[in-house]
């Protein structure tokens, strides 16, 4: 009464799972997220920076054009800059000249910070299904 059983095509499906969710490809799908994430920052970022003179929207940037991924315990960081010696000022505010007045921040890096992280969800969701379905293909 017994039954043959081919184990072949599990055999399969494991080791593809394996490959697919492996210590190097996770590693990797979230160093692409952390990527993606600070390139629509740092889009953002540069399009409510103030336009004035046009320079600080032109000075920010990630080192050397290369979005670098750095993994601290269970974080992955990225970091946007921006070289102008003004930036800071602009962002948070700052005293006039004589310390007669007030000038009001424009606070556009954490207006773009809070858009990104209201979207993070929504896109983070979107890249582990595709990530996912590699696997059960």
């Not at 080192?63 to 315990?73: C, L, P, Q, S, T």
Request: net charge positive.
């Amino acid at each position: 009464m017994g039954k043959n059983v081919d184990y072949k095509q599990f055999e399969q499906f494991k080791k593809k799972l394996e490959k697919t969710l492996s210590d190097e490809s996770r590693q990797k799908f979230m160093e692409d997220c952390a990527k993606e994430l600070a390139a629509r920052l740092l889009s953002r970022v540069i399009k409510l920076s103030p336009t004035k003179t046009s320079a600080l929207k032109k000075q920010w940037s990630i080192d050397n054009k290369i979005i670098n991924v750095e993994k601290v315990g269970g974080t992955y960081h990225c970091t946007i800059f921006n070289s102008i010696d003004y930036a800071s000022y602009v962002n948070y505010g700052h005293r006039t000249r004589g310390h007669g007045g007030w000038v009001d921040g424009q606070f556009f890096l954490e207006i773009s910070e809070n858009e990104v992280n209201a979207l993070a969800p929504a896109l983070l969701e979107k890249r582990l299904m595709e990530y996912m379905k590699e696997a059960f293909k």
